[in-house]
């Protein structure tokens, strides 16, 4: 087992969607680093527990919360249990995200609502209550040179257009200029808000793009790199953005994704 780190220490982090995949290796990393934290979920209560357990095994602090993202009164809730508990919110990682895909024409009503309210709505609802609790809170200069951090979880999507998933895309290109907005508005109380825009990593949601060699095959052909991206790729980024380290980085998308935003279909000359 890891050793747990001073990084993130004496701060909370909420982690929303962190019963698997991204989520869960951020909420593990985040514990590791030495922050309290907690492991929101909405349906894998399995998942979320494992994370738990981890992060306490090392000798870290971490509670499972559920929570529908997409519903105000459930995130308030979220987030005056986090206070309780810890005491206040430092860091919050937007993670929270799903896909119902289908081509334009046949998408329902219904699928385009809900992706929306869950990957754009609730990241908005979420950054809201974490920005009301720092300035509630105040500078804690002992801990982070920030007042808080903001840390949205995109997509190379936010960039790249995706035909027969237009619900996820248009969600993603919303989460980049929610992102760059709240940046300049929050800028000047010492909020640090960023996104990290993944690439292919391997998690359950995609599984059928890389579990076997000849898929994964056909997907390294969108990968300059030449590798598919793990989970810690991702948890190493955000946990590196959630401290002062990176206290200089401020509205920015950092892509993890093996130069997947490079077009690689243009190497020899399109």
């Not at 998408?107 to 509630?136: H, I, K, P, Y």
Request: proline share 4%; net charge negative; hydrophobic share 45%.
């Amino acid at each position: 087992m890891q050793p747990i780190s001073s990084k993130l220490a004496g701060q909370t982090a909420i982690v929303t969607g962190a019963s698997s995949g991204i989520g869960k290796a951020c909420a593990i990393g985040m514990g590791l680093a030495g922050a309290n934290v907690v492991v929101n979920y909405a349906g894998n209560s399995q998942g979320a527990e494992e994370a738990v357990a981890i992060i306490q095994e090392a000798g870290g602090q971490a509670i499972a919360y559920k929570v529908d993202v997409s519903k105000q009164d459930q995130v308030k809730a979220m987030f005056k249990m986090a206070i309780e508990t810890f005491g206040t919110v430092d860091i919050l990682v937007n993670n929270a995200g799903l896909q119902k895909d289908a081509p334009f024409i046949d998408m329902s009503l219904e699928d385009w609502q809900f992706v929306l309210d869950v990957n754009l709505t609730g990241q908005f609802l979420c950054a809201q209550e974490a920005v009301r609790e720092f300035n509630r809170r105040g500078m804690r200069p002992e801990v982070s040179r920030s007042l808080g951090k903001i840390i949205c979880m995109s997509s190379v999507h936010e960039l790249i257009p995706w035909a027969g998933h237009v619900n996820y895309a248009a969600s993603k290109g919303g989460v980049m200029l929610l992102m760059r907005s709240l940046a300049q508005e929050l800028g000047p109380m010492k909020i640090r808000v960023n996104s990290v825009a993944p690439g292919a990593i391997k998690t359950p949601i995609n599984r059928m793009a890389w579990e076997t060699p000849e898929a994964e095959e056909r997907l390294l052909k969108l990968i300059p790199y030449k590798r598919v991206g793990e989970t810690s790729d991702i948890s190493n980024v955000c946990c590196w953005l959630a401290s002062d380290e990176s206290d200089y980085i401020h509205g920015a998308t950092l892509f993890v994704d093996g130069g997947m935003t490079l077009y690689p279909g243009f190497e020899d000359n399109g």
